[in-house]
């Protein structure tokens, strides 16, 4: 089993959708979880953090977390087409950041 | 901060050369990262250190690879000999480590062609 699964897409949604973003991981213990944001031909970017059980709202993106079902989402409103990238879900897990492989997302204007 | 910088940005290589790729973290970090990311295999951790020391290197695939950090602002990671199937695109992050968050900045990366 994979320690962060995530659907690999691509996720396509019309501007000025919600996209939503899913995201498990397996390991219970884990206690910081992330959501970066990559663009084609560039470097990662922390868009979103959350430890706590819950929604954390940030402008047009939200996180979601539930460790009981190990499971961690971003919705992102008002989609534009500046959000077409690919995400990658992750968490720490001791010293190292687990990272999942992505879900491009697409959004059409 | 200039951010993360990584050199070189691209390296085109033959098979059976050796192949050096640099780092330098952000000043006041002591967490850094080598990561490879391929579209097969997504981000891949090869490395990590702390403090100038390896911690896990678990993630390194063969002894053809080979990391190194002398110093708090400068690592290398080498591959000799190289393969094609190394090619790939090397991120190097770094953090500052500790407890709770520590969000990792990644640097460009160095796109590795090997033919």
């Known amino acids: 089993q994979k320690e962060v699964e995530q659907n690999s897409g691509p996720l396509s949604v019309p501007e000025g959708a919600i996209a939503s973003l899913n995201c498990t991981y397996s390991?219970?213990?884990?206690?910081?979880f992330f959501w970066y944001r990559q663009y084609s031909g560039k470097s990662p970017e922390l868009i979103m953090f959350?430890?706590?059980?819950g929604d954390k709202e940030d402008g047009r993106f939200t996180a979601q977390l539930n460790k009981a079902s190990q499971y961690v989402s971003l919705l992102i409103r008002d989609s534009q087409p500046s959000d077409s990238a690919t995400y990658l879900c992750?968490?720490?897990?001791?010293?190292?950041?687990?990272f999942g492989a992505g879900t491009r997302l697409f959004v059409k204007a | 901060d200039a951010g993360v910088i990584q050199s070189p940005r691209h390296e085109v290589t033959e098979m059976g050369q050796e192949v050096t790729l640099r780092c330098k973290p952000i000043?006041?970090?002591?967490?850094l990262f080598w990561y490879r990311q391929t579209m097969m295999r997504g981000l891949e951790l090869l490395i990590y250190?702390?403090?100038?020391?390896?911690?896990?290197d678990s993630g390194m695939p063969e002894d053809r690879f080979s990391a190194k950090m002398p110093n708090a602002s400068f690592s290398t990671l080498k591959i000799q000999p190289s393969e094609p199937r190394d090619s790939a695109v090397y991120f190097c992050?770094?953090?500052?480590?500790?407890?709770?968050?520590?969000?990792?900045?990644f640097g460009p990366g160095t796109r590795l062609t090997v033919l």
């Open positions: 000043s006041g970090h002591n967490s």
């Open positions: 992750a968490f720490r897990g001791g010293f190292k950041t687990i």
């Open positions: 959350i430890y706590s059980n």
């Open positions: 390991d219970r213990g884990s206690q910081s």
């Open positions: 250190f702390n403090n100038n020391v390896p911690i896990d």
């Open positions: 992050a770094s953090s500052s480590a500790g407890v709770g968050l520590n969000e990792q900045f």
